[in-house]
T-cell receptor
């Protein structure tokens, strides 16, 4: 069974601080997706990383896929209250079903 | 463009009752899936479908049935509701498995 461990589970920081969220597994994934979820809504895709070592930037968010495609990180620079939410990573398996396995999520609170 | 539509948004059931959660998408996506979200556990895959007439089990299929008679609809049936099935249920779709998912806004289900 493929598992994705996300850390930390909860993060409360002051506006302007930097933070990093980690997503780790012992399994290899064909791609890794990051989502953000607001209360009462479904998750919304932020980015997909496909190639080992790939780095993608989305404004103040930087996503990295590990060289071995087993882990990923999300770094937020100068966090703002609008970044508050639940961040989920999801890995696509290498088998033919291409099922997505989700991490348990990181709940981020950015205080003004 | 409606995207993924889930109904109802909220439901309260008594133990032993049955019900169907509805999911419809208008993006002509082949892949559809159902997840449940519980506190601290991220999203867990219940059932998924790679196309009309084809369904398969996810991580936590027990107590749930699905069918896929059309590309657009993917209902989830609870045969005999149990308190352990109290959760928020999300339907998602994509063109193919493993691709970024488009999520509905969820059904919040409470079983007494």
């Amino acid at each position: 069974t493929q598992l994705l461990e996300q850390s930390p589970q909860f993060l409360s920081i002051q506006e302007g601080e930097n933070l990093t969220v980690y997503c780790n597994s012992s399994s290899v994934f064909s791609s890794l997706q990051w989502y953000r979820q607001e209360p009462g809504e479904g998750p919304v895709l932020l980015v997909t990383v496909v190639t080992g070592g790939e780095v993608k930037k989305l404004k103040r968010l930087t996503f990295q896929f590990g060289d071995a495609r087993k882990d990923s990180s999300l770094h937020i620079t100068a966090a703002q209250p609008g970044d508050t939410g639940l961040y989920l990573c999801a890995g696509a398996g290498m088998d033919s079903s291409y099922k997505l396995i989700f991490g348990s999520g990181t709940r981020l609170l950015v205080r003004p | 463009n409606a995207g993924v539509t889930q109904t109802p948004k909220f439901q309260v059931l008594k133990t032993g009752q049955s019900m169907t959660l509805q999911c419809a998408q208008d993006m002509n996506h082949e892949y559809m899936s159902w997840y449940r979200q519980d506190p601290g556990m991220g999203l867990r895959l219940i059932h998924y479908s790679v196309g009309a007439g084809i369904t398969d089990q996810g991580e936590v299929p027990n107590g749930y049935n699905v069918s896929r008679s059309t590309t657009e609809d993917f209902p989830l049936r609870l045969l005999s509701a149990a308190p352990s099935q109290t959760s928020v249920y999300f339907c998602a779709s994509s063109y193919y498995g493993g691709q970024p998912q488009h999520f509905g806004d969820g059904t919040r289900l409470s079983i007494l």
